[in-house]
């Protein structure tokens, strides 16, 4: 039997490894800009959600969605190597943008590195849009794709 790991808000012990993940699988080759006092820090902002998922007590993937008025803004996701192509970056996703289809926010906002064509189909996938590219975004040495979503009318 298959098991799918479940998804629940990130706790103050979970933060040293989210930061590792994004040091390792998102900011490889930049500064380390995601340590864990700003990972931290987005537990403590109550316009933040930060989810994980474990498998067998180990961190598999984690994302932070931060919830404006207008928009909501994917600052980052990211799944261990072994638990990619399992959909289950797009539960993680769809689990994120909930909250901000109930509030009636209309559009969700991310980048993703330009040179990360895995995750830029992914987010294609899960219906978003490339809107524009930001030289240097990343450290003034890696492009950056902006990608959108509109959850207007989406039904969660």
């Known amino acids: 039997m298959l098991s799918v790991p479940a998804i629940r808000l990130a706790l103050p012990g979970d933060a040293r490894a989210i930061a590792e993940m994004s040091r390792d699988f998102i900011e490889h080759g930049l500064g380390w800009s995601w340590t864990m006092d700003r990972v931290l820090h987005s537990l403590r902002d109550p316009a933040t959600n930060v989810a994980v998922m474990h498998k067998r007590k180990n961190l598999c993937g984690f994302g932070i969605m931060q919830y404006g008025d207008d928009n909501a803004h994917l600052?980052?996701?990211?799944?261990?190597?072994?638990?990619?192509?399992?959909?289950?970056?797009?539960?993680?996703?769809?689990?994120?943008?909930?909250?901000?289809?109930?509030?009636?926010?209309?559009?969700?906002?991310?980048e993703a590195r330009a040179d990360n064509h895995c995750a830029i189909a992914f987010y294609r996938r899960c219906g978003y849009s490339v809107t524009g590219r930001v030289h240097g975004y990343y450290d003034g040495l890696v492009d950056a794709l902006r990608l959108e979503k509109s959850l207007a009318g989406a039904k969660h």
């Open 75 to 110: 600052a980052l996701l990211a799944l261990q190597p072994g638990a990619r192509h399992q959909g289950l970056g797009a539960r993680l996703l769809g689990w994120l943008e909930h909250p901000a289809c109930c509030a009636g926010i209309p559009l969700v906002r991310a």
